[in-house]
């Protein structure tokens, strides 16, 4: 990969890129006038953009790149403030002061969510197994602002590990979270998902597994939690609870310990 930053960029940006490609072990290429495709076609490697308000990853030329937004969490919370329900708190019964561990981290967004029930006295920790994913996760926790009281508090204290969730729930201890999550990538496409776009060329497609189930089981003190597609057939096959959302493509589950 190599890493270069937006068009006419600052002397911070360039200094940021230089810092960004040593944590990667790449290199940096200055931008210049260069376009993105006239980049790839050069160097015939993924791009990493340092952009003045955030990273952007090109796997390919003309690819849509992938970078971190928080997605649906931002109204989530909001509606929440507001006393309202979230489906993925209904499912998980997370509580003030409760330990989340998010197998399929991606963008972050249900783990921003249970960040902000748990609150200052609880865990959040994030797997991801894509080193590049994994990593701008993390850098776009510590730097994105929204308009949300606490905001900083409550992304910054999601712990990203760049882990294959089934050697990381082998190595923990029995009941070492309160709830252990699963959002794998869905079996059958949802076409309104456009946002994700550019994180489907870099996502795990691993399935889930009857060892893993059992793993989390053994690790999970009150739920093991599934996102999936509502046609999926995860939830019966690994005997999950399935909430039932008439209006919704996606439905959450839970294992009850």
Same mark, same amino acid.
Not at 114 to 127: A, E, M, R, T, Y
Not at 153 to 158: F, L, Q, S
């Given at each position: 990969?190599?890493?270069?930053?937006?068009?006419?960029?600052?002397? /911070?940006?360039?200094?940021?890129?230089?810092?960004?490609?040593?944590?990667?072990?790449?290199?940096?290429?200055?931008?210049?006038?260069?376009?993105?495709?006239?980049?790839?076609?050069? *160097?015939?490697?993924?791009?990493?953009?340092?952009?003045?308000?955030?990273?952007? *990853?090109?796997?390919?030329?003309?690819?849509?790149?992938?970078?971190?937004?928080?997605?649906?969490?931002?109204?989530?919370?909001?509606?929440?403030?507001?006393?309202?329900?979230?489906?993925?708190?209904?499912?998980?019964?997370?509580?003030?002061?409760?330990? /989340?561990?998010?197998?399929?981290?991606?963008?972050?967004?249900?783990?921003?969510?249970?960040?902000?029930?748990?609150?200052?006295?609880?865990?959040?920790?994030?797997?991801?197994?894509?080193?590049?994913?994994?990593?701008?996760?993390?850098?776009?926790?510590?730097?994105?602002?929204?308009?949300?009281?606490? *905001?900083?508090?409550?992304?910054?204290?999601?712990?990203?590990?760049?882990?294959?969730?089934?050697?990381?729930?082998?190595?923990?201890?029995?009941?070492?979270?309160?709830?252990?999550?699963?959002?794998?990538?869905?079996?059958?496409?949802?076409?309104?998902?456009?946002?994700?776009?550019?994180?489907?060329?870099?996502?795990?497609?691993?399935?889930?597994?009857?060892?893993?189930?059992?793993?989390?089981?053994?690790?999970?003190?009150?739920?093991?939690?599934?996102?999936?597609?509502?046609?999926?057939?995860?939830?019966?096959?690994?005997?999950?609870?399935?909430?039932?959302?008439?209006?919704?493509?996606?439905?959450?589950?839970?294992?009850?310990?």
């Amino acid at each position: 990969m190599i890493v270069t930053t937006c068009l006419r960029p600052t002397s /911070l940006l360039t200094k940021q890129a230089q810092e960004i490609a040593t944590d990667l072990e790449s290199k940096t290429v200055a931008r210049k006038e260069f376009s993105i495709e006239e980049l790839y076609n050069q *160097w015939n490697e993924p791009i990493l953009v340092v952009g003045k308000k955030r990273l952007e *990853w090109y796997e390919k030329a003309q690819s849509a790149p992938f970078f971190f937004h928080p997605n649906s969490s931002v109204f989530r919370i909001r509606r929440l403030l507001k006393g309202e329900h979230d489906p993925f708190c209904d499912a998980s019964l997370l509580l003030e002061g409760d330990s /989340l561990l998010d197998c399929t981290l991606g963008m972050a967004s249900d783990s921003i969510v249970g960040s902000f029930i748990v609150g200052d006295s609880g865990v959040v920790v994030g797997l991801e197994k894509s080193p590049i994913i994994a990593y701008l996760t993390s850098k776009g926790l510590q730097t994105n602002q929204q308009n949300i009281s606490d *905001w900083t508090k409550i992304t910054n204290r999601i712990t990203v590990e760049n882990f294959d969730y089934k050697s990381y729930l082998a190595n923990l201890a029995d009941n070492s979270f309160d709830v252990v999550y699963f959002d794998p990538m869905f079996e059958t496409n949802i076409e309104a998902s456009s946002g994700i776009a550019g994180l489907k060329l870099l996502a795990n497609y691993d399935d889930l597994t009857y060892e893993v189930i059992e793993q989390a089981k053994r690790v999970a003190r009150k739920r093991i939690v599934l996102k999936d597609h509502f046609k999926s057939e995860r939830f019966k096959k690994y005997g999950f609870t399935q909430l039932i959302r008439k209006t919704s493509e996606f439905h959450f589950g839970f294992i009850e310990k």
